[in-house]
């Protein structure tokens, strides 16, 4: 179960990459390859993707705090016509 679940979790933190503002996937790869991490007999192979899945995941995740925040005053400018 460790294995299909850390393949899983890479699958979602790259389809986090091309569907843009997957936050949710990139979340869930990070959750389901810790989960699978747990595993102890997680085979080589499976404890590789589980940590790829995180590194795709949190950088994804830094990415798009780092967006937010550089583009935060554009956004508050775009919604004042909406108040």
């Not at 990139?26 to 007999?41: E, H, K, M, N, R």
């Amino acid at each position: 179960m460790g294995n299909k679940m850390a393949f899983a979790a890479l699958i979602l933190g790259l389809m986090s990459w091309i569907h843009f503002f997957g936050i949710e996937k990139a979340g869930l790869a990070v959750i389901f390859s810790t989960w699978a991490l747990q595993d102890p007999a997680l085979s080589r192979g499976g404890r590789i993707a589980s940590w790829c899945a995180i590194a795709a995941g949190i950088i994804y995740l830094a990415v798009i705090c780092v967006l937010a925040f550089h583009h935060f005053h554009g956004m508050g400018v775009m919604l004042q016509p909406v108040k």
